[in-house]
C-alpha cells in the first residue's frame, strides 16, 4: 500500500470515530434526564389519578347503562303483554259487533220468511211478478221456472240463514280448509281492490313489491285466528262475492249447503296438499 493510500484510509477511519465523551458532558446529560425523570414522573402519577378517576365514572356509567337496558326490556316484556291483551280484546269486540250484526240480518230474513209463508196460501208474494206468475202457472211449471232464476236470485235463496249453516260445520279442520280452498283460487281477487289483491304477492312480473300491509297466507291466518273468526271471515266472502261476483258466490253457498250434510265424506278433501296457491298469474289483467 502506498504511503499516500495509507494517510487517506487514516483520515477516514478519524472522522468515523465517535469523539471520546468527557465526564461534565455526561454529569451534564444526566442532570437533564434526571429533570426529565421527575417531570415524567409526576405526570404519569397524575394521570394515574386521572386514569382512576375515569374508570370510576366508566363503572358508574356502564352500571347506569346495564339498569337502563334492563327497564328497557321490563317495558318491553308490559308492552308486548299489554299489546296482545289488547288484540284479544279487540278481537273479541270485533267477534261480537260482527255476530251481532249478522243476527240482526238472521233475524229479518226470518221475518221475511214467516211473512212470505203467511201471504203465499192466499197468493201473495213479495215481488208483483211471481204474484201473476204463480196465479197463471202450474206447480210444475213453476217448478221447471225456478231451475232458470238469475244466480243473484239463487243466491239469495242459498243465502238464508247464511251464518248458521257455517256455523254448524262443527269439524275445524274442514271448515279451515273450506276458507283456504276459497282464499287461494283466482276468483277470491276479483273480490278485493287491486291494492289489497297486489299485496298477496312479494314480486309481480319481476318487481319486487312493498312490504307495508303484506296480506297474510291462508295458513298463517290459521295460526292467529279461532274458528269463529274463520267462519265470520267466510261468511264476509262470500257477501262480498255475492255483490262483485256472484258466480264465485253460487259456488260458494252450495260448498257449505253440501258441507252440512257431507263432513265425513268430504273432509279429506281440505287436506293441505289439495288447496289451490295464489300466484302472481292469477291477478285479474286490470289488475297487472
Known amino acids: 500500500m502506498s504511503s499516500a493510500t495509507a494517510t487517506t484510509a487514516a483520515t477516514a477511519a478519524a472522522k468515523t470515530r465517535k469523539p471520546k465523551e468527557s465526564l461534565a458532558s455526561l454529569k451534564a446529560k444526566e442532570r437533564e434526564y434526571n429533570e426529565e425523570v421527575a417531570l415524567y414522573t409526576e405526570q404519569l402519577a397524575s394521570t394515574k389519578v386521572e386514569v382512576a378517576l375515569k374508570n370510576g365514572e366508566y363503572l358508574q356509567a356502564q352500571q347506569l347503562l346495564e339498569n337502563a337496558q334492563k327497564k328497557e326490556r321490563d317495558a318491553a316484556s308490559k308492552y308486548a303483554n299489554a299489546y296482545v291483551h289488547q288484540n284479544i280484546v279487540s278481537k273479541k269486540i270485533n267477534t261480537m259487533e260482527k255476530k251481532e250484526a249478522i243476527d240482526q240480518v238472521e233475524k229479518q230474513e226470518k221475518k221475511d220468511l214467516a211473512l212470505a209463508k203467511k201471504n203465499m196460501p192466499r197468493g201473495i208474494y213479495s215481488e208483483a211478478i211471481l204474484t201473476e206468475m204463480v196465479a197463471r202457472c202450474p206447480p210444475e211449471i213453476i217448478a221447471i221456472i225456478g231451475q232458470y232464476l238469475p244466480v243473484e236470485v239463487m243466491n239469495n235463496l ?17 271448515i279451515r280448509g273450506f276458507r283456504r280452498s276459497i282464499r287461494g283460487r283466482r276468483e277470491y281477487l276479483t273480490l278485493v281492490s287491486r291494492d289489497e289483491a297486489r299485496r298477496h304477492f312479494p314480486v309481480i312480473r319481476g318487481v319486487a313489491q312493498p312490504r307495508e300491509n303484506r296480506v297474510l297466507s291462508s295458513w298463517w291466518l290459521d295460526l292467529d285466528q279461532g274458528i269463529v273468526e274463520v267462519k265470520m271471515d ?13 258466480k264465485y258466490a253460487n259456488k260458494m253457498l252450495k260448498t257449505v249447503a253440501v258441507l252440512n250434510k257431507n263432513k265425513k265424506l268430504l273432509k279429506r278433501n281440505f287436506n293441505i296438499r289439495n288447496m289451490p296457491e295464489l300466484t302472481e298469474f292469477d291477478l285479474p289483467a286490470e289488475y297487472l
Open 158 to 174: 242459498l243465502s238464508f240463514d247464511l251464518y248458521r249453516k257455517i256455523h254448524n260445520i262443527g269439524v275445524g279442520d274442514m
Open 234 to 246: 267466510i261468511y264476509d266472502i262470500i257477501c262480498m262475492a255475492k255483490v262483485r261476483n256472484p
